[in-house]
């Protein structure tokens, strides 16, 4: 294993999520609606029909090549890619040719440490990224072969990497780094079970150290993180065996079966298919000015890798924390407007947020900013825990309470009696109380048996139901007792 | 004089005045339709009869009686005073290669032979929110590739109402000869090489192809994308330019159709062309083919039948007020053809893939049981002969390997043929031309069965019509003669983009000043 290494490039098609389709006005959505529902003689290919094109498609476009630093074409072309297939209904695919909306590209793909290797940045390039409309979807039924045409036309992104991945994990934290950006410019919903995202990987390999590429093949159907990593990590192991018996890896396009766990040969690849690649005559090309540029991208959010090194920098985060709180765009913008209501220590909030509230959000499937328990009240209860007016097991179940009926923590506080009680009285008054009832536990902590003192703090803390302050209820038994 | 021989601005005078009704003309026109066009067009349809031969056969679909309620309709709005609109009962014909909701759209081809549209192109939906009452498809080359009719898979093929012996023209052959037999007073043609203008000379009408993009494309089954535009056929320059009115302008639903404004054409129809400049180039008094036998590019002058109504035509113009400039260049209009021929059919294979037996459309009825078998039966028996050429042709130069020594190169020739039409009509160059003045075809309408079999002499009857398609330009056809054998000749005009009411009210001034010269008197064989 070690004398070879893997070249991994992934070609990734990308939903893009409008609402409409890319070239017609029939909703693009349809995971939940029946086949051939959401069609019409534009997405169908009928006789005599034109495309219009959505600029919504182009405006997301322009966002996520943006994000990957690619350079955006101020003119660019649509080209008809010719080629039969039941479900491609015109018998040929709008896409993008010489001229795409954009070119160039990458991304600085942090890679966790692993197996005693450090942490390291690859970088990634982007060799394509163009707009093209999805086809539809064909399957077979005994001896039928059924088309929904409902997918035709979804606005896709092709964004094809460099030969750049080096090993299996690597594509695996490509995909995931991907799917959290396309989020995260809410560009698109990046689900790859539903085929929002969808990836072919390239894989080759070849003596450690070498420059050269070896012949690749191409491996497809593969609908999830996991699958691409085990399909990848599959066929490396079957490159080497083949080259380690002395034969060559020849330029198959393998097929992931996803249940058996194993990559079957689809095809031979023979030569390049010809597309016979032509400006589409029925558009105009994509004119992207400078003003319309600059619209788009003034929404443009600060990209997740470069918030998560900020996290760290000016906060001071461990990466783990960094990491976790820019995994959702919201949550990183619920960090740091907590942090900002909290006024110091953002690690504390960082606790706070990685403890309970990830937790809050995972049982209740609401994103950060759909949480009734806003970033000030969460930096309220944090406050009143650092001041001692609650202590700390009230603190975290008013993260719920809030949540749940949406006031405000002192409200809360001050409606349930939940106020820390640090009246010396009070608590001196239970104190005798535990003791008097407690004849024995007394006469063995004065034969030495000094560890029950936990057990008679926590006898007036369940008196109390929480509210005592337990250093000072210490502080008084101790006195008590002496 | 019948209802249906009225031009249709007259019969819109008539209809206000209530002195007819709508319903009266589209009976009129059926009654027609019924004595001069014999059997439609249809698969399959067995030989010819000596009584075809006599006929005009220019419709596939006649819908009589969705015509007939169009027309009572109109006739309820009149009565109510309602605006009827601008076409209000004025009958027209649909060229078959549009989309009209409801009918068969067959584009002539077997392989869309049982197509019925769900929805219609967007000239025929302004059409008949004018009010304009629709009568039927007529019939044209397949898929419109070619300039005879007699490509068709509907056959009787369309007829020469000047005489049946002789073709129509083409593709939009059926719209002219039922202009130019009085079956309907109007026609939506389409023209991608000539395909208006060559049939309009060659029956005797006006045919108009607008600024690519002036008219929208939606709905129009596709040829050469590029170079697809539907217009109006008429009797007249009037009735052109009303129809034109209705037809042109933007459209959300195609992205080529120009956000450019619509003037009102008939407002300026009445001009004159005082002080116009109006250009005739050497270049369009000759053609340039290749020998049939040799293959050897050979070049003519054109017959003095076809050039003597076009130098009348200048002489016309000039007693008029225009001024006419002799010897514009337009060295490029002889590579017209083969950059048509490359552009054209790259773009027709690519616009044919859609029809594959799977969706709508013929399918063959033979078990293949295997996916490309069945495209491959399917094509072969739904398609006749222009399509295959068409597909073959188109298939071979968008290869990889040759799409640079002829694709690419193609577009490069439309390059140039634009930049002769920009220096022609350049405000501040040498002739700074209002119109240039051509002869419409190198010859007049040829015998049925004469040209046909030679793909590559047919498509040199677009020779001096098919520069305006590579440049975007508008051209008008007109009448402007008759032949020793008394068939038409027509004379082009050609304008820069958006010059139709330009043009129109140039082909206005020469219609007037003819009006009552003896030629105009002569009626269509099929009419005498």
């Known amino acids: 294993m070690n004398d070879y290494e893997a070249v991994i490039g992934l070609e990734t098609h990308i939903q893009l999520n409008t609402t409409t389709k890319i070239f017609c006005a029939c909703k693009a959505d349809s995971w939940f609606d029946p086949p051939n529902t959401n069609i019409c003689p534009v997405c169908t290919g009928m006789p005599g029909v034109l495309p219009v094109l959505n600029k919504a498609a182009v405006e997301k476009g322009v966002v996520l090549a943006s994000a990957m630093h690619a350079e955006i074409r101020p003119l660019s072309y649509f080209d008809r890619k010719n080629y039969f297939y039941p479900d491609l209904p015109k018998g040929y695919q709008i896409s993008q040719y010489d001229q795409s909306l954009a070119f160039g590209g990458y991304l600085d793909l942090p890679v966790p440490p692993a197996n005693g290797q450090p942490a390291y940045i690859r970088k990634v390039s982007i060799h394509k990224l163009h707009l093209e409309e999805d086809a539809g979807k064909t399957k077979n039924a005994g001896n039928e072969r059924l088309i929904d045409f409902n997918r035709c036309g979804v606005p896709l992104v092709e964004m094809v990497t460099g030969p750049d991945l080096r090993s299996a994990d690597e594509a695996a934290q490509y995909l995931m780094r991907l799917r959290q950006l396309l989020r995260w410019l809410g560009v698109s919903e990046a689900d790859m079970e539903k085929g929002h995202l969808r990836c072919d990987a390239n894989v080759s390999i070849r003596p450690r150290g070498a420059a050269y590429l070896n012949p690749k093949t191409e491996i497809k159907n593969v609908n999830s993180i996991e699958a691409v990593r085990s399909a990848i990590e599959k066929e490396i192991e079957r490159q080497i065996r083949e080259v380690e018996a002395g034969h060559r890896i020849e330029a198959w396009t393998l097929e992931w079966d996803e249940d ?33 540029k600059a619209d788009i991208l003034k929404a443009l959010p600060e990209l997740p890798l470069v918030r998560r090194q900020r996290f760290m920098d000016a906060y001071g985060l461990p990466e783990y924390d960094a990491d976790i709180l820019t995994s959702e765009r919201n949550l990183s913008n619920y960090f740091e407007s907590a942090v900002k209501a909290y006024g110091s220590d953002p690690k504390r909030v960082s606790n706070y947020l990685m403890n309970d509230v990830l937790r809050m959000l995972n049982e209740s499937s609401k994103t950060a900013d759909q949480l009734r328990l806003t970033p000030l009240f969460l930096a309220e209860i944090i406050k009143l825990a650092d001041t001692g007016a609650v202590n700390t097991s009230t603190a975290k179940s008013l993260l719920q309470k809030v949540e749940e009926s949406g006031k405000a923590p002192a409200e809360i506080v001050a409606a349930e009696g939940l106020a820390k009680v640090s009246d010396d009285s009070a608590i001196r008054a239970v104190c005798l109380e535990v003791l008097a009832e407690s004849p024995k536990e007394v006469e063995s902590y004065k034969a030495g048996k000094v560890t029950l003192m936990g057990w008679f703090v926590g006898q007036v803390m369940k008196k109390m139901r929480g509210k005592a302050d337990p250093t000072l209820a210490r502080t008084i038994l101790e006195e008590l007792l002496a | ?129 004018a009010g304009a009452v629709m009568l039927g498809k007529v019939n044209l080359d397949e898929f419109t590739y070619g300039s ?22 083409g593709s939009s052959g059926g719209s002219a000869s039922s202009v130019a037999a009085g079956e309907a007073a109007l026609s939506l043609g389409t023209d991608t090489a000539g395909s208006i203008r060559q049939p309009a000379a060659f029956c005797g009408v006006v045919g108009v192809k607008p600024t690519y993009g002036r008219v929208s494309r939606y709905g129009l089954i596709a040829f050469g994308s590029s170079l697809d535009c539907p217009g109006p056929v008429a009797r007249n320059v009037v009735d052109a330019a009303l129809m034109l009115q209705v037809i042109a302008g933007a459209d959300p639903r195609d992205s080529t159709a120009a956000n450019v404004p619509v003037p009102d054409y008939l407002a300026q129809l009445d001009g004159g062309v005082k002080g116009l400049r109006i250009g005739l180039s050497p270049d369009y008094f000759r053609i340039a083919f290749p020998d049939p036998q040799t293959g050897e590019y050979r070049e003519q002058p054109l017959p003095v039948d076809i050039e003597t109504p076009v130098l009348r035509a200048a002489e016309v113009l000039a007693s008029l007020g225009a001024e006419i400039v002799e010897d514009v260049p337009m060295p490029n209009t002889r590579y017209g053809i083969p950059a048509y021929f490359v552009i054209s059919r790259v773009e027709a ?43 073959l042709m188109g298939m071979y130069v968008s290869a990889a390997q040759y799409s640079a020594q002829y694709y690419q190169r193609a577009l490069r020739v439309r390059t140039l043929i634009r930049r002769d039409f920009e220096q022609a009509f350049d405000r501040s160059g040498k002739y700074r031309l209002d119109a240039l003045l051509t002869p419409t075809t190198p010859t007049t309408a040829f015998k049925m069965g004469a040209v046909y079999g030679d793909s590559v002499l047919m498509q040199y009857a677009d020779q001096l019509t098919v520069p305006a398609n590579h440049a975007g330009i508008p051209g008008l056809s007109l009448p402007g003669g008759l032949d020793a054998e008394r068939l038409p000749v027509g004379i082009q005009l050609l304008g820069p983009d958006f010059s139709e009411d330009m043009l129109l009210r140039i082909g206005r001034a020469y219609e007037l000043a003819t009006q009552t010269e003896d030629w105009r008197k002569v009626k269509p064989l099929v009419l005498r």
């Open chain 2, 148 to 169: 005879s009719n007699e490509s068709s898979a509907f056959q009787p093929a369309p007829r020469n109402p000047w005489n049946p012996a002789h073709v129509p023209g």
């Open chain 1, 260 to 292: 058996a766990g194993v990559l079957r040969k689809m095809r031979s690849k023979e030569t390049e298919a010809d597309y016979r690649y032509f400006r589409e005559p029925d558009l105009l090309p994509i004119r992207l000015d400078d003003a319309w």
């Open chain 2, 349 to 391: 294979a690519s616009n044919l893939h859609r029809y594959d037996g799977v969706k709508y459309g013929y399918r063959t009825p033979q078990r293949t049981g295997d996916l490309t078998k069945l495209y491959r039966q399917t094509r072969n028996e739904g398609f006749g002969l222009q399509p295959k050429l068409r597909i």
């Open chain 2, 1 to 129: 004089m019948e209802l249906c021989d009225i031009p249709a601005y007259e019969l819109s005078l008539l209809l206000r005045q209530k002195q007819i009704s709508a319903e009266e003309i589209t009976r009129a026109c059926l009654e027609r339709i019924d004595a001069v066009d014999g059997r439609s067009g249809a698969l399959d349809s067995g030989s010819l009869t000596p009584e075809d031969e006599q006929k005009v056969h220019a419709f596939i679909t006649i819908t009589r009686e969705s015509a007939l309620n169009q027309a009572r309709a109109v006739d309820q709005k009149l009565a109510a005073g309602d605006d009827p609109g601008l076409l209000a009962g004025i009958p027209f014909t649909t060229k078959d290669i549009f989309c009209v909701r409801g009918t068969p759209s067959t584009a002539a081809s077997r392989i869309l032979a049982n197509y019925t549209a769900p929805y219609t192109a967007t000239p025929v939906t302004r059409m008949e929110a």
